[in-house]
T-cell receptor, first 108, second 113 residues
Framework: QKEVEQDPGPLSVPEGAIVSLNCTYS??????FMWYRQYSRKGPELLMY????GNKEDGRFTAQVDKSSKYISLFIRDSQPSDSATYLC????????FGTGTRLLVSP | DVKVTQSSRYLVKRTGEKVFLECVQD?????MFWYRQDPGLGLRLIYF???????EKGDIPEGYSVSREKKERFSLILESASTNQTSMYLC????????????FGPGTRLLVL
């Protein structure tokens, strides 16, 4: 079993939809949780960072961490075609472990 | 603004060649990392370094070595390239000011023929 599981997608939605991206993990020691966005043929860029449990909001993006269920989510409101990318979850304690990424396609 | 740069965006090499991938960061970060990214496998850690001249093996170090002679520069070396090393290589860094958050370079897409 992988330490971090992430549905690879692709997830196709129309413009304006609410998108939910999720990861599950097995290591209860993880304290830091991040979401990265990666456009095609580019390096990942940090989107959201959360320490321990709770919610964090930044514009159209909300990150949620549920440590009791070992489950993290990224919500994107009013999705735009420019949100089309691969979204990677990452988490760790002293070293980051990455999910395989979910490819999101937002159609106009 | 954190900047991590990688020496090449695309490289084509032949089996058996020695390959050098260079990474430079301008944020005075202590830690630097090399990953490879493959479809369905995600990012896998090859090597990392916590300080100049320090190196630690990651999850898949076989066939690779690294060098960190200066704080801002971290090199990945493929001693004898093989076709199964065809991949996207990503460098990242972080430090005391960034916590666990890693900042990535644009990546080097390596093709070994």
């Amino acid at each position: 079993q992988k330490e971090v599981e992430q549905d690879p997608g692709p997830l196709s939605v129309p413009e304006g939809a609410i998108v939910s991206l999720n990861c599950t993990y097995s290591n209860s020691a993880f304290q830091y949780f991040m979401w990265y966005r990666q456009y095609s043929r580019k390096g990942p860029e940090l989107l959201m960072y959360t320490y321990s449990s709770g919610n964090k909001e930044d514009g159209r993006f909300t990150a949620q961490v549920d440590k009791s269920s070992k489950y993290i989510s990224l919500f994107i409101r009013d999705s735009q075609p420019s949100d089309s990318a691969t979204y990677l979850c990452a988490m760790g304690f002293q070293k980051l472990v990455f999910g395989t990424g979910t490819r999101l396609l937002v159609s106009p | 603004d954190v900047k991590v740069t990688q020496s090449s965006r695309y490289l084509v090499k032949r089996t058996g060649e020695k390959v050098f991938l260079e990474c430079v960061q301008d944020m005075d970060h202590e830690n630097m990392f090399w990953y490879r990214q493959d479809p369905g496998l995600g990012l896998r850690l090859i090597y990392f370094s916590y300080d100049v001249k320090m190196k630690e093996k990651g999850d898949i170090p076989e066939g690779y070595s690294v060098s960190r002679e200066k704080k801002e520069r971290f090199s990945l070396i493929l001693e004898s390239a093989s076709t199964n090393q065809t991949s996207m290589y990503l460098c990242a860094s972080n430090g005391r000011d960034s916590g666990e958050t890693q900042y990535f370079g644009p990546g080097t897409r390596l093709l070994v023929l």
